[in-house]
């Protein structure tokens, strides 16, 4: 048999592999069809494969963000097959799961379906590992594997102190359905949060841009108004309140950022009860009060892949409630109507844009003149010469005396008045001959015939 020039795709039936598109990777990209199936080969060799039209779908090129769906017929050049769950190069097999880890997972469990699952994450768990975390949700998604059926994938994240509804993709597909509504933001999230003192508007906007802090290596967010900053937005309502002790309001995060709610609430004055990373001592009441964060995704509404709607509400963990008992509240009054949010129009965005674009423009443009101004005052200083006068005490010239009494002049009386403060021709004419001499040792300059007044003489 013939074999292809590189660079072809024209494999035989004998040299490649096929693969059938199961209904757990329907909507999964190629490249992470790989990752999963066939985690031996390298996204660097399956770009070139795709590049080079050696893989096939259904009989035709494929790139490697291609979605994939159920029944698909994939053809890949040939090669030991790999099974599927071992782990690809440089990953490490993963350690199964001990009967507490598996008590724990089942115990955060509200609901779930073959598409999804709805856990209770409680305060205090990560929800994916890090730098000196062990303990966190991803680790324990093995517990929530079918037999034989693919890992579920976590699709959002909650901090490691905040509590409440956390959605987990069972299949590849609904990973990328529920990823696009989340991206999306047509996914609903209520958070409670009890926060120090109360806010004087009961429902209001927060719209503060976020920036990573320098020197904390990404660990924490900042306001940013500079420009540089990314869009962020934040809906509060006030519930209740305690006195001007503390409030209990429900957010509503209208974008994505890093710690936006703590940022946003701790921005406006209220910070959230417990959170001392943005809130400071002032983050903590006296009491009672548990000092850990009182921060709880309360409820998550979302479309479902199959066409239904996905609404779930996440209980108190205990250090909440006991402090809502402290304060008063009272849980039945929390859960409000979720009213559609209006979007802002795309004019008054466009106008904030150029708004933003021109201020930073106009800083720039101000540095730039500074930085000018401040070479020509240099420029200047270095080239004046030293005139070797002194400085002194401005001596101010004789008011001439009265003239003596006389005939009255024709010409001056002809004259018109002269306007006070002002001085004509020959004052003006005598004066910067007087200067001249001055500046010439003692001696007017001279002039020529016909241009003016005569030359003057030494004093």
């Known amino acids: 048999m013939k074999a292809p020039r590189k660079g072809q795709g024209a494999l035989s039936d004998v040299n490649v592999r096929q693969f059938t598109i199961g209904k757990d990777d329907e909507g999964a990209r190629l490249d992470r069809w790989f990752k999963r199936h066939l985690p031996q080969v390298g996204f660097a060799t399956v770009s070139r494969w795709a590049r080079t039209g050696q893989i096939r779908l259904d009989g035709k090129r494929a790139d490697v963000d291609t979605r994939l769906e159920a029944g698909q017929t994939l053809r890949v050049p040939p090669g030991n097959a790999t099974p599927v ?6 990953e490490r097999p993963r350690a199964p799961l001990t009967e507490e880890q598996i008590e724990l997972a089942e115990s955060m469990v509200l609901e ?11 305060p205090g768990l990560a929800t994916q590992g890090g730098s000196g975390t062990y303990e966190h949700v991803d680790g324990l998604l093995d517990a929530y594997a079918a037999d034989g059926g693919p890992r579920p994938r976590l699709v959002h994240r909650l901090d490691k102190d905040t ?4 959605l987990i993709a069972r299949t590849p597909g609904s990973a990328a359905f529920f990823s696009k509504h989340f991206s999306g933001r047509s996914a609903r999230k209520i958070y409670w949060a009890l926060v120090v003192g109360v806010p004087d508007v009961k429902d209001g906007l927060i719209e503060l ?6 020197g904390t290596g990404g660990e924490k967010m900042m306001v940013d108004e500079s420009g540089q900053g990314q869009t962020a937005r934040s809906r509060y309502r006030v519930i209740s309140r305690a006195g001007n002790a503390a409030a ?13 709610l703590r940022v946003h609430m701790a921005a406006i004055g209220h910070p959230i ?7 400071g001592q002032a983050a903590f009441l006296t009491g009672t009060i548990s000092r850990k964060m009182h921060l709880h995704a309360r409820r998550l509404r979302i479309e479902h892949p199959e066409g239904d709607l996905i609404d779930v509400t996440a209980p108190l963990p205990s250090h909440f409630e006991a402090s809502m008992a402290s304060l008063g509240f009272h849980e039945e009054d929390g859960d409000l109507e979720i009213d559609p949010i209006k979007p802002i129009p795309e004019k008054t965005m ?23 101004a401040d070479g020509e005052k240099g420029a200047g200083s270095a080239g004046r010469k030293p005139t070797g006068k002194r400085a002194g005490p401005t001596k101010a010239p004789a008011k001439p005396g009265p003239k003596p009494a006389g005939k009255p002049d024709a010409k001056a009386a002809a004259r018109p008045a002269k306007p006070a403060g002002v001085r004509f021709g020959a004052a003006r004419g005598s004066e910067a001959r007087n200067a001249e001499a001055r500046s010439t040792g003692g001696r ?13 003489k030494p004093r």
């Open 209 to 214: 841009p976020l920036a990573k802090q320098p």
């Open 163 to 166: 509590s409440g509804v956390l």
């Open 273 to 279: 009860v417990g959170d001392g990373k943005y809130g």
């Open 112 to 122: 779930k379906d073959r598409a999804a699952i709805v856990l209770n994450k409680p």
């Open 248 to 260: 209990w309001v429900e957010l509503q995060p209208l974008t994505g950022r890093t710690h936006q």
């Open 444 to 456: 007017a300059s001279a002039r020529k015939p016909g241009t003016g007044a005569p030359k003057g």
């Open 85 to 90: 769950g071992t782990p690809g190069k440089g």
């Open 350 to 372: 466009q106008k904030r844009a150029a708004k933003a674009h021109a201020k930073e423009y106009r800083k720039e443009r101000r540095g730039e003149r500074r930085k000018r």
